[in-house]
């Protein structure tokens, strides 16, 4: 069985400050984290995965994650917020290789003022 | 760069009325999926495919039956369609591999059933 809470359902920064977006994750298996990103009536655009390799994973816009087993914790990141950034980001786990049905998050709507 | 395409993008049911949502992939991945998006509810997995010709239930099947006649191509059918079932409806696709790879996202079709 897997899991995935993300802590926060709003984040609101200004622009160029940064953002934390948290998630903690359960899975049976060694998991497979994934972000995905979705701006108004557009599907889902990922963003990073971890797959076990390295533990802090840069992702696409200047996002980056870091694994931390020992908090079964895959928070995002990003160091300077852009107003382009407003979106609902999801975590996602997927903890069994070959098919890969996904656990989601409920997201978290990130606000970014300027 | 298609990727992933539903059709239709929006449509409005009656209570009772059929229909079918087509989802198309080129990218010749051999998992499919079907996923509603509810608000505060993330993605849940309806029905996914790992195969031309399979299908299997995923989270919430009740109501929906889906077909895979060619690889390309995922239906999803509401049979007699339902107030609940309102809802945004995505489709997806990935490959197999040693890891859980990423999903590929259509843009979502919006539908509401009065």
């Known amino acids: 069985a897997q899991s995935v809470t993300q802590l926060d359902s709003h984040v609101s920064v200004s622009e160029g400050t940064p953002v934390l977006l948290r998630c903690n994750y359960s899975?049976?298996?060694?998991?497979?984290l994934f972000w995905y990103v979705q701006h108004p009536n557009k599907g889902l655009q990922l963003l990073l995965k971890?797959?076990?390799?390295?533990?802090l994973v840069k992702g696409i816009n200047g996002f980056e994650a870091e694994f931390k087993k020992s908090e079964t914790s895959f928070h995002l990141t990003k160091p300077s917020a852009h107003m382009s950034d407003a979106a609902e980001y999801f975590c996602?786990?997927?903890?069994?290789?070959?098919?890969?049905?996904?656990?989601f998050g409920k997201g978290t709507m990130l606000l970014v003022s300027p | 760069n298609a990727g992933v395409t539903q059709t239709p993008k929006f449509r409005v049911l009656k209570t009772g009325q059929s229909m079918t949502l087509l989802c198309a992939q080129d990218?010749?991945?051999?998992?499919m999926y079907w996923y509603r998006q509810d608000p505060g509810m993330g993605l849940r997995l309806i029905h996914y495919?790992?195969?031309?010709?399979?299908?299997a239930k995923g989270e919430v099947p009740d109501g929906y039956n889906v077909s895979r006649l060619k690889k390309q191509n995922f239906l999803l059918g509401l049979e007699s369609a339902a107030p609940s079932q309102t809802s945004v409806y995505f489709c997806?696709?990935?490959?197999?591999?040693?890891?859980?790879?990423?999903?590929?996202f259509g843009d979502g079709t919006r539908l509401s059933i009065l």
């Open positions: 997806a696709s990935s490959d197999p591999g040693q890891y859980n790879q990423p999903q590929h």
């Open positions: 899975s049976s298996y060694s998991p497979s």
């Open positions: 971890y797959t076990s390799a390295a533990t």
């Open positions: 996602v786990v997927s903890g069994r290789a070959g098919y890969s049905t996904l656990t």
């Open positions: 990218m010749n991945h051999e998992y």
């Open positions: 495919s790992v195969g031309e010709g399979t299908t």
